[in-house]
């Protein structure tokens, strides 16, 4: 009884601490005897006491690194401060152990080498506006020079680029100068759009009236012929009806009465009324003489 009590304490203290579960997105580095033996990945796994050894724990996930301000300076000697976030992932847990001691300060200072070189090759202008360049560049070095230490670098980001201040307030005044002109250049934009308009109007108005006017007085040309026409026509069922009644001689010399007043108009100075109307030639003696008296 004292045995089996005896081989449960050597279990528990033994054999059950030797039993690990590794979880999802980690890695055991396992050591046997001092040396590199094997890399555990998620699930059960058994360790031989006094053996084997768990030499690190690793984690596959993807890791963001926010490292600090590092002082650079470009082709035409300014000197700037510009942070960097490094984005990378183990891709073999024994490189990352036994590659290089403290990888995450080999990485910041490997960036930050990068970073100094790529700069020194930029003027400030070009610093300011390729950013993606110096990202792109940055990341390509970076996961070339990490890869025999087990790290993928998947992306590389410049985080601030800060200018000294008097860079800073010049570079103020110059926007502000640009944000002026542009607004001058709109203004003036605006004005002559406004100007344009303005005459495209008064010419459409002015279009608009002419075409009116002309409708206006073809209308009272129509009318007036219209009207003119109407008491012709009258004038000649007038006739027709005198005709098919058979008026006699009085009543036509009443008629041409009545056609020598309207020929007058109240204007003659003069009328002379022929004694027999039926004798043309004295009819067109007489309206001759109407017709001088009028003119």
């Known amino acids: 009884m004292e045995i089996f009590i005896a081989i449960l304490i050597l279990v528990f203290i033994i054999v059950i601490p030797n039993i690990k579960i590794v979880p999802q997105a980690k890695s055991y580095v396992i050591e046997r005897l001092g040396s590199y ?170 279009i608009l009236r002419a075409e009116a006017q002309k409708e206006s007085q073809i209308k009272i040309a129509e009318g007036e012929a219209e009207a003119l026409l109407k008491i012709k026509e009258a004038e000649a069922k007038g006739i027709e009806l005198l005709k098919s009644a058979k008026a006699d001689q009085a009543v036509l010399t009443l008629k041409s009465y009545e056609a020598l007043a309207k020929v007058a108009d109240g204007q003659a100075t003069k009328l002379i009324v022929p004694s027999n109307l039926s004798d043309i030639a004295t009819f067109g003696t007489t309206l001759a003489e109407v017709m001088k008296d009028k003119k």
């Open 37 to 206: 033996y094997t890399s555990w990945g998620n699930g059960l796994h058994v360790k031989i006491p006094f053996v084997d050894r768990i030499a690190k724990i690793v984690s596959l996930k993807e890791t963001v690194k926010d490292f600090a301000p590092q002082p650079v300076i470009t082709k035409d000697n300014v000197t700037m401060q510009i942070d960097t976030v490094v984005y990378y992932q183990i891709t073999d847990p024994k490189l990352y152990t036994y590659g290089v001691d403290a990888p995450v300060s080999a990485i910041e200072n490997l960036t930050a080498t990068t970073l100094r070189n790529i700069i020194g090759e930029l003027e400030l202008d070009q610093t300011l506006t390729s950013r993606d360049i110096i990202n792109g560049k940055m990341r390509a070095i970076l996961d070339e020079a990490t890869d025999p230490w087990g790290i993928k670098v998947n992306r590389v980001e410049v985080k601030n680029i800060i200018p000294p201040r008097d860079i800073q307030e010049a570079m103020e005044k110059q926007m502000r100068a640009e944000r002026e002109r542009r607004e001058k250049i709109l203004q003036a934009e605006g004005e002559k759009k406004s100007s344009i308009l303005i005459a495209e109007g008064e010419k459409e108005s002015a």
